[in-house]
């Protein structure tokens, strides 16, 4: 029984002798206090900074800045969108109201008429919806660059020269063809007698034609500033949320162009 004892005792001395060793080596990784709740070690952040660049590596988040750039484009859309639904409102509400004469006590019609020159629409939709068709090719052949461009990267690595048709300036020019067709089918307009103060129809078509072609010269600079990073060497990923983001508005356009032209044709 003596001897039972005995063994027992050796065999906990063992055992606390050990204990004390591995408590004297064991370093703890993470401080006791930024232990979570549960002794759960929190997760730490995998980004950070303004731009939704990454802390560890200091380089810029394109995939996060190319959703910031679209979401606020959209909100941009809708701006331009519950302008031109106001201008709608009032065109409808205006061409059914009639307008009292004080010299003869009585209320009559002063919508009037005008004459489009329908040629000159017609070919200036077809100048824009081709130029919407180059620009999606610009911002297809910009995205797939970017996809290219870690692959690119890698030393050794080589894809050879590649040269992309100039889409991004074919949709400028294209651009400022429109809005000098514009402008030829307002001074059609003027030379058929039909001005800004004629009647309330002329007066819309004027704004409508006008407001339109305000916000496609916002596209249009869009454009120069796309072109100017690329001549300024700019990262690839960055010049294609240029790109990208002046798609989205410039077939917004073409859209809204097809919208006014229709009002034009069918509600008069």
């Known amino acids: 029984m003596g001897r039972l004892i005995a063994a027992l005792k050796l065999c906990v001395t063992q055992r606390l002798a050990r204990l004390e060793v591995y408590m004297a080596t064991y370093t703890p990784s993470t401080p006791m206090n930024q232990l979570g709740r549960g ?24 995939a996060a800045r190319l959703r910031r750039a679209r979401l606020g484009m959209i909100c941009a859309i809708v701006t331009v969108s519950m302008v031109f639904v106001s201008l709608t409102s009032a065109y409808i509400v205006r061409r059914g109201l009639p307008t009292f004469d004080d010299s003869t006590r009585t209320y009559f019609r002063d919508w009037g008429s005008v004459q489009l020159p329908w040629v000159l629409l017609f ?33 050794g690595v080589s894809l050879g020269d590649e040269r992309g048709f100039p889409w991004l300036g074919v949709t400028a020019v294209l651009g400022f063809g429109f809005l000098i067709g514009q402008w030829m089918a307002w001074g059609e307009l003027k030379a058929r007698g039909f001005l800004v103060s004629t009647n309330p129809d002329s007066s819309f078509v004027y704004l409508l034609t006008a407001a339109h072609a305000v916000h496609l010269t916002g596209g249009i600079i869009a454009l120069l500033w796309a072109g100017t990073t690329s001549l300024l060497h700019r990262p690839v990923e ?28 069918f509600a008069r």
């Open 238 to 265: 960055g010049r294609r949320i240029v790109v990208d983001v002046a798609a989205w508005y410039w077939h917004f356009m073409a859209v809204l162009w097809i919208y006014v032209f229709a009002l034009l044709a």
């Open 123 to 155: 070919i200036n939709t077809a100048i824009l919806l081709i130029s919407s068709l180059t620009m999606e090719g610009a911002r297809r052949q910009i995205a797939r660059r970017a996809a290219l461009a870690p692959v690119r990267s890698i030393p």
């Open 39 to 62: 002794g759960s070690v929190p997760v730490p952040p995998n980004g950070g900074g303004d731009d939704g660049g990454f802390s560890d590596s200091g380089l810029p988040n394109y």
